[in-house]
């Protein structure tokens, strides 16, 4: 058997019912490894360790009475941005840190609903606005496969967590590419799902850019993770009827034809990146899968119109919260908050126009082709302690923008309805994870797993039992670097 910190959720919930592993064994092993790598990963912001073992005794007696629930008794770590009532939410924010909820999210609901133990929340930059993790309330979260570098964001200390072992399941969300950009980062399957499949909290369920998700260690586990979190629900208008259930079985790729992007016609990508997409896509055809290389002319007025509808919507209300109290912010909220000042009515209506004409052009393609793949983010990841408002980007000498020009998922924010899938490849030569995004057609989404379900199996783990490599954090004997605090940002 594996690590107990890197058994599978599907296989512990197995062990479970055939009594051959106690949840209070598993949470005991995952909370013991977490305190020995969170001086140096920092994923986790609030933990609740004492109350998540009498949780799983609780659920160690359910399935002796046989009344155990679909996620019983499994570790998952949850998104320090959503709330759970009576227990403070943070947003990585100084603004919110005595904030107390009074309700829960309806995704954390139902995970929590089915059973799922949750024993810490984890970190995000402050109000989920970045694709790093660092904050000036929790410092800077890691990537436990190279330490100097980003676990990614915003659903950063969710993805250090699972890539640590820290945790066997955890919880995203996606407004800009903040579940697919981590789970590249740390060599995770991470899923947006279309817009409205999974329910969420007002305002931001009305906005289509916006989907919450799951992201695991691998198929099969976000699977459960996500057929637990979607379906329509009473408090969110924008949430989708009937409940879509996906499949844990699926046909084999033979016949299926997939549209290759390398660059979507947006972005510079780095070759490390391009070569193990290709490398994946390799196997894909060695299982019959027939693989097309497409040109797209999305062009630089994609990523410019996405950036420019976050700034004013979700920036403008960044600055509306932090009115009159900016001095608390971070650098690269306060960017946030000046972008938004430079956008207007008309960047909403520019941005769906934009949407538009790139979907005439990718529907074209999805009419032939059964999904498209490209990569996820541009390069493996940026420095941990990367400062947008600082620090440049440059890939294969060509400068980017260094808030999301290195990553090539903001155009299927835009694009909400597809869902997609981003899954891992491979390693840059930093030793950090590289991953491709797998894009169906719209609510298509069994279509993207299916994809992945058979790339999973030619590829092989990643984690555990049978993995060619392990994450350097928690190995040997190396000291932890400095995470927290970090004021003066």
């Known amino acids: 058997m594996t690590e107990l910190h ?3 959720a599907a296989d512990a919930l197995a ?25 140096t990963l920092n994923a986790f912001t609030y933990t609740y360790y004492d109350q998540a073992l009498r949780a799983a005794r609780r659920s160690e007696q359910r399935y002796i009475e046989g009344t155990a629930r679909p996620l019983e008794g499994l570790p998952v770590a949850i998104k320090d941005e959503a709330y759970i009532k009576g227990l403070p939410t943070s947003n990585g924010s100084l603004l919110m840190q005595e904030n107390l909820a009074d309700s829960t999210s309806p995704t954390a609901e139902r995970v929590l609903g089915a059973g799922a133990i949750c024993h810490a929340r984890t970190a995000t ?17 890691r990537n436990p496969w190279n330490p100097d570098f980003t676990p990614g964001g915003s659903s950063g200390g969710s993805a250090a967590a ?49 989907h919450s998700g799951p992201m695991a260690r691998g198929v099969l586990d976000c699977i459960l993770l996500q057929n637990v979190m979607s379906g329509p629900h009473p408090d969110d208008l924008a949430s989708l009827k009937p409940k879509l259930d996906l499949p ?9 034809r997939i549209a290759y992007s390398r660059d979507l016609g947006a972005f510079a990508v780095h070759p490390d990146v391009v070569n193990n997409t290709e ?37 403008g209300w960044i600055a509306e919260t932090a009115h009159g109290q900016e001095d608390y912010l971070t650098s690269y909220a306060k960017g946030f908050v000046r972008a938004s000042r430079q956008t207007s009515a008309m960047s909403i209506v520019n941005a769906f126009e934009v949407t538009g004409a790139m979907y005439r052009e990718l529907s074209a393609i999805l009419a032939r082709c059964d999904v498209l793949v490209c990569p996820t983010n541009a390069v493996p990841a940026v420095a941990a302690d990367f400062d947008p408002t600082r620090d440049a980007v440059v890939i294969e000498g060509i400068p980017v923008d260094p808030v999301l020009g290195w990553v090539l998922t903001v155009p299927f924010n835009m694009l909400s309805r597809c869902p997609v899938l981003s899954v891992p490849t491979g390693f840059g030569a930093s030793g950090v994870p590289t991953g491709m995004q797998i894009v169906g057609r719209t609510y298509e989404d069994a279509d993207v797993f299916r994809v992945a379900a058979a790339y999973e199996k030619v ?28 004021s003066a940002r």
């Open 279 to 315: 490398d994946a896509l390799a196997l894909l055809a060695d299982e019959g899968a027939e693989i097309e290389e497409v040109d797209l002319s999305w062009g630089p007025e994609v990523l410019r119109a996405g950036t420019e509808y976050l700034a004013h919507l979700f920036g």
């Open 125 to 141: 930059p402050e109000f989920s606005c970045a694709a790093f993790t660092w904050s000036r309330l929790w410092g800077v979260t």
């Open 248 to 256: 844990h079985r699926y046909r084999k790729v033979e016949g299926m």
């Open 15 to 39: 062990a479970f019912r055939k009594r051959e592993l106690s949840p209070v064994e598993l949470i005991e092993a995952v909370i013991a490894r977490a305190e020995a790598v969170e001086d």
């Open 162 to 210: 699972l890539a640590a072992g820290t945790t066997t399941l955890a919880t995203g969300s996606d407004i800009g590419g903040s579940i697919r950009i981590p789970s590249s980062c740390c060599g995770l399957v991470g899923f947006k799902p279309p817009y409205g499949r999974n329910p969420d909290d007002p305002p931001f369920n009305m906005d289509f850019f916006n």
């Open 459 to 486: 590829a092989g783990p990643w984690y555990g039992e049978g993995a060619a490599r392990q994450p350097m954090i928690g190995q040997g004997d190396a000291q932890p670097l400095p995470s927290r605090p970090m």
């Open 6 to 8: 890197y058994m599978a």
